[in-house]
């Protein structure tokens, strides 16, 4: 084979590799009853494809080659280690009722479990025995098929580091011997709201990056919706789920109007609206509209991710930026601050209320929080104070703040931008 047709070939196997991957570690976890010991076998599996695929070219069922290939090198395991007999004993039968030949076709018989599969794998990669940067790690490794390096790049710490996160999550939920299943009851909407948070989480490292040199990595984001889609999918019935969804299709239209074409940032107020995706929109609106729905259905109050989703949809159907219904935008976040009270949705609903009823009304809410330890060494803090005095025409004290922040954010970008309106402040001070 050319090496162009070979490089094809890799390519496609990295393709295929991204969309079977986790399907394929859910099944083998399930079979094994480890996360560590399936992704094992799912990237030996891997390498058998690139090993094989070059040369025999692509099959017409990748995945149920993949999850073939896995099964073999499985049982192959079992019995070298004479690990897990009677789990060893059942798939060896299995092979034995159906035939060598059937081994290619051998994912027909678990079709019915795979949703379940791809669930139990979502609840155990975000599980809340592990920490929160470890379930996001796992969570990108196991369902979005991302690398090590790719997860350090996306996140800027050392690849060593997610290394480690990873082995360690492994360690950590073998160890505690945590079983292959979806939680019921109680537990399944404490889990599922770590499930939810990391989502949430990876998105929003993706929508405004904390650190580096670029603002958004549009990348982590699409990586995030992907993800609360399959869940979505998984879990029909769940408001929240919808809710997270679109939240996530709401913010992810703005990204082709977030940034210039340097990759400097565009604030909201700023952005060119025609810019944002309408499809985005329209489906974010019906994720709202279906969680909304389910809410109402089931007798529940609107959950966190719901208000946000509202939130985002009073912008998003705003064509111009003078149409948003601002005192709407309060009161949602009025109603998110009774069931999620923060410092940080505090901040954000006295921007809503100076947008709607004037900076002055805005600024002492702000104030409030100036002594809020939460908020000491977050930049957005003295950045939305400087917006607010620099419309009551209190230009000195809003530089002051524009500098604070910008000395306090770790992204470029947005340290760049930040010290451009200080500096403006300052020429507009000195005219």
Known sequence: MSGDASSSTHRAVEAVWRIEAPRL???????????????????????????????????????????????????????????????????????????????????ESIDDDIGDDLLRLVFIACHPLLSREARVAL???????????????????????????????????????????VPRGAELAERLASVLEVIYLVFNEGYAATAGDAWIRPALSEEALRLARIVATLMPDESEVHALVALLELQASRFPARVDAQGAPVLLLDQNRARWDRLLIQRG????????????????PLGPYALQAAIAACHARARVASDTDWARIAALYDALGEITPSPVVELNRAVAVAMAFGPAAGLEIVDALRAEPALAGYHLLPSV?????????????????????????????????????AATLGRAGES
Do not use: Y
């Not at 094994?32 to 058998?48: H, I, K, P, S, Y």
């Open 25 to 107: 570690i859910a099944t083998l976890a399930r079979m094994t009853g480890d996360v560590g010991t399936a992704e094992d076998l799912a990237q030996d599996a891997l390498v058998a494809a690139l090993e094989q695929w070059p040369t025999s070219g692509i099959p017409d069922r990748p995945g149920a080659w993949l999850t073939a290939a896995a099964k073999r090198r499985a049982i192959d395991a079992f019995r070298r280690e004479r690990m897990l007999e009677e789990k060893h004993a059942t798939l060896a039968h299995e092979l034995t009722e159906r035939g060598e030949h059937a081994l290619t076709a051998l994912d």
């Open 139 to 181: 969570t990108l490794r196991l369902l979005g098929g991302l690398t090590t390096d790719e997860i350090a790049r996306a996140f800027l710490v050392p690849e060593a580091t997610v290394a480690q996160r990873i082995v360690r999550a492994k360690r950590t939920l073998a160890a505690a011997r945590v079983p292959f299943e």
């Open 285 to 300: 609106l019906a994720a709202l509209a279906r969680a909304e729905s389910l809410a109402e259905r089931a007798h529940h």
């Open 385 to 421: 104070r400087a917006d607010l005095l620099a419309r009551l025409g209190r230009g000195a004290e809003a530089r002051a703040e524009l500098e604070r922040a910008a000395a306090l954010t770790r992204n470029e970008r947005e340290r760049a931008l930040l010290q451009a309106r």
